[in-house]
């Protein structure tokens, strides 16, 4: 045993001379230093390990999440009761979730759009990026897919309206979404309706 103590101790004093990772205050990449009220909330967690993947597993730290993201949103100019946010793990995967949510927004109308002509509806109405409004059923592939953020995400409960069904509106619209589709069937609808619909950048 001691040389196996003494083995542990000759690692551990080369392992000082590392980057210290392991410290939660450590200034790396794009992090800066934590305040203290960060840690203790931190560790104050730690002690209770919240689960957030359901509100029904972390009943109290899901709804500090939801008044978190509601800060931020007021903090920043948002109407706080028309955001939805939530805490990831770290930048990469806020910005990786922003740009996969900004896609199925950006694409939202197309499936809609669908949604509507499998339940056989000729006309719905959609305000365009210029403020006049169109048949959502006519656009063509640009109009589409620039569609204003606040109008795309209308148009389902537009369609609900305009069908019934709640449900069926709902599974009908998820059934021609990129994320079900993926992104070569989808790509082969798009270029079946719309010609070459997306051509090299």
Do not use: C
């Not at 590392?18 to 794009?30: A, D, E, T």
């Not at 509507?116 to 000729?122: H, N, P, Q, R, Y």
């Amino acid at each position: 045993t001691s040389i196996l103590s003494q083995e542990l101790l000759g690692l551990l004093g080369e392992l000082k001379g590392g980057v210290p990772f392991f410290s939660p205050r450590y200034i790396g990449h794009m992090s800066s230093d934590l305040t203290m009220a960060s840690l203790i909330g931190y560790f104050a967690a730690m002690l209770y390990n919240p689960n957030n993947v359901a509100a029904e597993a972390s009943p109290v730290t899901t709804r500090l999440e939801l008044d978190v993201a509601a800060q931020l949103a007021r903090m920043i100019g948002y109407d706080p009761d028309r955001q939805w946010g939530h805490i990831t793990s770290g930048g990469t995967v806020a910005n990786f979730e922003a740009i996969w949510v900004a896609r199925n927004v950006k694409y939202l109308p197309v499936a809609v759009r669908w949604a509507a002509e499998s339940l056989g509806v000729e006309s719905l109405d959609v305000v365009l990026a210029d403020g006049s409004a169109a048949n959502l059923l006519e656009l063509p592939l640009w109009e589409l897919l620039n569609v204003p953020s606040a109008a795309a995400l209308d148009l389902p409960d537009a369609l609900h309206a305009r069908a019934g069904n709640e449900e069926r509106v709902r599974a009908l619209i998820s059934d021609n979404s990129l994320a079900r589709l993926g992104y070569q069937q989808f790509g082969l609808r798009l270029a079946s309706q719309f010609g070459d619909a997306l051509p090299p950048g």
